[in-house]
């Protein structure tokens, strides 16, 4: 039988039901109506073992990417994977500011630096990683141009943000995909990352993918901004 799992409005349903959302064999079929123009960078903030550098580089030949992890097993992961010929990987977490930091070290694509995740493990079982921010990474290897920013951070998506206020205000983003935990833990944050993104200038688009732990959600640059 499979696992129960509990929705927000407190309902239990099986992890494979169909209340929830599959893995789209394309990921980016959800920015379609929002684009403006062909994005001219992609940059992924958290990477894990998934292919969406791999999918966008085929959609998108001229697209450059910047893949951002903390993970080193996630990093060779990528390496070993087909990771888009000249495309960018940077072995560090997304933070609001560029520091040192401790992240679970867990399976692939799980790694997290948000304290939830990491309150009550031994410091001997945590991994020390290097944090950067988009602004930092934008100065040194932008300017990302007509971009599309997506952030897979377990739970630490709102300080990624933080971190690229300049980016952000300056509309060279053009849409940005979050990840919205259920956590009653996180509601507090995830509001303000949602006023965060609308001072900056965004505005809410769509909700996609909806899980147990949570959905993604697509901002885009409000029009005239």
Known sequence: MSEQIRLPDGTMV??????????????????DPFLLA??????????????????ARK??????????D??????????????????????????????????TQGPICCMSLHSLRIEGI??????????TTLDALERDRGPFNCSILILDTEGY???????????LASGRIQLVQIEVWYREEVESSNWVMFQLLGSLGYEFAVKHFRQWWGHNEVWRRKIGR
């Open 157 to 167: 998506d709102y300080l990624a943000l933080k971190g690229g206020q300049q980016l």
């Open 38 to 55: 062909p994005p001219e960078w992609l940059i992924l903030g958290g990477l894990g073992d998934h292919y969406d550098a791999q999918i």
């Open 14 to 31: 099986p992890m494979d039901s169909a209340e929830l959302d599959p893995s789209p064999a394309d990921p980016f079929q959800v920015f």
């Open 70 to 103: 903390p993970d080193p097993a996630v990093i060779a992961w990528q390496e070993t994977h087909d990771w888009p010929e000249g495309a960018a990987l940077v072995q560090a977490g997304l933070a609001e500011r560029v520091k040192k930091g401790l992240a």
């Open 122 to 131: 031994p410091i001997s079982d945590l991994l020390a990683v290097n944090l």
């Open 59 to 68: 959609r998108w030949p001229k697209v450059k990417i910047i893949g951002i």
